[in-house]
Structures are given as structure tokens and as C-alpha cells.
């Protein structure tokens, strides 16, 4: 029988990821069309806002572990939604009067929230699920969260014609979030207790594999408009069916983990180096062949990191597995500046074409594979 609670908590964490979304994609459109009055290059204003979402979790996603961690989850969820309310009040209050600033300070304010609730995301079930439903509910969370990106992402470029519709919508589905947030279940802190297993070497191997994970996905992400005109012929427009198919590859393959079992993660680990290197030469040879491609690297990427959430899952007792969750959430916004910077680096200052970027990217992951041998094995041998 499915838990009362998981429903409520699944929902409310995908309408949250939503919600960032459509702020931001919202913000983006506005900038990059001229539809809203600023000074200066567009391309300055855009990549402020993107670095005004992702600043917090690099500064307070430490301070986020361990507050979760000595805070009731159901508390800690009802005070981080009462928080995404207010961001959205301010959101719409940007959409509506049209002014940047208060867009990029509820950005800003989206990003804290965000952070706060990270390590609750994974915290949940495993105190609230029994082990075996693990893989399942985790599978869940991460199909969730990339749908939720790709339809916050859509809905928030398509509104931005209609202010006080996309303002109204906002500030609707964070109310949603916090009435579903007030029928969870209460779940008390565990006791404070010292765990050696919460920086353990195979804790912080976990942690930067899951980094990988986001390193790559926001690299193919951001690379998206090179991939549709360069390599598939495909207009502006075109970048949003890449995105759809990238997300719903990813919810796939999330799903999967729990029907393949342990070696769903070496499963994904290879089919996304060769999926990566066949993306950029399908794509040239058929358009169906190139999104199918691309498809499937979201699906292997689902089936590599859902294990490794799990295994921190199921190790980590007590006030570990928030703080180890923060400390990933911190790691991981590292990795998606370092993508950023290194697409700079590779594509505008040492100019390689799009196919040499995108099997460079696939090539990448290779110096990875002895420890996710090593995890794999210490996985399946405990």
C-alpha cells in the first residue's frame, strides 16, 4: 500500500522545482527578447540571473544540511514553502510591473529556498520509506524534478505576453505547495549522534559522482542551441523538443533503476559515454536519429545517479544524510559553473566544432570509470 504521505511530498517538491523554473525561463525570455527595460548587453543581465539562482546553493548549501538535520522535516518544509510564497509574490510582482530588479532579487530568493529544501528532497523518504521502496520513491523524485523543469521551463517562455496569468500562476503553485506541505505527517529530527560514515571515502566518492552527473547534464543542457542548429538543421524553437526529450529520457530511466537492479549504475555509466559519443554523428545523419540519441543518454544518466542517491540513502543515519546531502548540493553547483566555464574555455576560446565538443564531452567520462567499478563493487558486495 502506497504511504498517505508520498503522494503530497511528490507532488509538492515537483510543483517547488516548477516554480524556479518558470521564474527563471520567464526572466530569461524577457531579457533576451528586449521585453522588459534594463542597460547594458542582454548577455550580461541573463547570465546574472542564472548566477543569481545557482550563488546560494554554493554558499548556504552546508548551512541547509545542517539545518535540516536538527529540524522536524515537516517543519523544515512548511517554513521553506512558506519562503517560496513570498518568492513568488515577488516574482509577480516583477512579471506584473515589469521590473528587473525585483525579477532578479526573487531569483536570488527562489535559489535560498531551493537550497533549504535540497536536503529535505532526499531526507524524506528515507525516513518515511521502507528500504525496499527506495530506488522506487528516489526514481520517482528524479523523473519528477526533470519533468517539472522541462514544463516550468515551457510554460514560463510561453507566458511572458500574459503577465498577470504566468504572475497568477506563480504565486498559485507555491500556495498549492504550502497546503500540500501542512498534510505531511510529522517526522522529529533524529538525535544528534556522530556518524564516521557521514565524510566517509566512499560518502565523498558518492558525492562526486553525482556531481559528474550534473556536470554533464548541465553541459549537454546549455549546449542545446549548438546541438539544434549546427548538427540537426532544426530552427530556435526546435531547442525546446531537445529539452523535452532529454527530460523525459531522464524520468525514464529514473523509473527503470528499480526494474534492472545494482547494475543500473554501470548500466548507465557506459551507455552514456557511448550514447555521447554517438549523439553528435547520429544527429547529422537523421534528425529522429539525433533526438533518439539524445533520448538515451537521458535514460542512461537516470540510471546512473538514482543508485547513487539510494546509497547515501540507505548508509547514512540520523543528521548524516541531510549534512552529506547539503555538502552534494554545494559540490554540485561547483560542477555546473565548471561546465559552464569549461564550454567557454572549449567552444569560444579554443574553438572546437560542435562534434569535437560533443564527443569530448562523451570522452570525459572515461577517468570515472574505476570508481564507479569500485562503487558498484562495494555496492554490491555490502
Known sequence: MVPVHRRPFLLLQALGAANDNLVKQATLVLIGFGLISFAGSPSLWTNLASGLFILPFLVFSTYAGAWVARTDLKVAIIW???????????????????????????????????????????????????????????GSIEALTFIAILVGSLVGGALVSMPGVLAGLVIGLALVGRVLAQRLPAVPASPVQSDDREDSADTRRARRLISWFWFLGASYLTQLPLLAEQLMGLPPEGVSWLLAAFAVGVGLGSKC???????????????????????????????????????ALGVFGGLYVVPLYVWMQRRLAGPALPTAIGRNNRLNAVFMVASAGFGILTLAVIGLSAVEYFSLMALLSLPWWGQIRAFADQDSGS
Open 80 to 138: 521553506v514553502k512558506n519562503l517560496e510564497i513570498g518568492c513568488a509574490v515577488l516574482a509577480g510582482l516583477g512579471l506584473w510591473l515589469g521590473r528587473i530588479e525585483l525579477l532578479l532579487l526573487a531569483l536570488a530568493c527562489l535559489g535560498i529556498q531551493s537550497t533549504l529544501f535540497g536536503p529535505t528532497k532526499f531526507t524524506w523518504p528515507a525516513r518515511t520509506e521502507a528500504q525496499d521502496q527506495l530506488p522506487s520513491v528516489t
Open 257 to 295: 533503476v528499480n526494474l534492472i537492479g545494482p547494475n543500473s549504475i554501470r548500466i548507465g555509466f557506459i551507455g552514456l559515454i557511448v550514447f555521447g559519443l554517438g549523439l553528435p554523428w547520429l544527429s547529422q545523419l537523421s534528425l529522429p536519429l539525433g533526438v533518439a540519441a539524445l533520448a
